[in-house]
């Protein structure tokens, strides 16, 4: 029973490109998180999704980053025309569903921006 | 978003029990109090969660205050491994939304 797969493990991005992050949940769960953790700083969320739906994107960037969570495959965080500022940790989460659910997080994606 | 307030950082000797704190004096009466931990260059892991009631796991025992204001994460017997940011959360209770603060650095001298 795989936990929540996240890929590239690492990435690294010239300014200008963009980036792709994928986030496999664990089985069985339809709620997914994403959040950016800087160097020496905690955890920032980023947004929330369910599959098909944005429930919670306070936490986005307005441009540039955007998010998705579709029918059949991995949620995708997506951040075009990267900028040195984007190098970080991103995490991704799953849950069951509602209610006082537990977060399984990923082991993370380590963007870097040269 | 009820706010939690933690202490920066803390020390603890090995093989001794850790209380790690945590403030959150705006929680609602339906709200969560859950504790996650973030090793060196790990994802977080969940620790711990509660309502009300003190609870108790193979990782630790979370007490929470009669009032809810304010919760305590207990580390029976500190080891090395656990040397970590132990975050306390939280949760909304119109929805799932987990809101990390900067945590605790927590520090397990041999």
Known sequence: NAGVMQNPRHLVRRRGQEARLRCSPMKGH???YWYRQLPEEGLKF?????KENIIDESGMPKERFSAEFPKEGPSILRIQQVVRGDSAAYFC?????AGANVLTFGAGSRLTVL | DAKTTQPNSMESNEEEPVHLPCNHSTI??????????????????????????????????LAIAEDR???TLILHRATLRDAAVYYCISTL??????????????TVIP
């Open chain 1, 93 to 97: 989460a799953s849950s069951p569903g």
């Open chain 1, 46 to 50: 980023m947004v929330y999704l369910q």
């Open chain 1, 30 to 32: 339809s709620h997914v």
């Open chain 2, 28 to 61: 609602s009466g339906t709200d969560y109090i859950h504790w996650y931990r973030q090793l060196p260059s790990q994802g977080p892991e969940y620790v711990i969660h509660g309502l009300t009631s003190n609870v108790n796991n193979r990782m630790a025992s």
């Open chain 2, 93 to 106: 209770n119109t929805g799932n939304q987990f809101y990390f603060g900067t945590g605790t650095s927590l």
């Open chain 2, 69 to 71: 204001k304010s919760s």
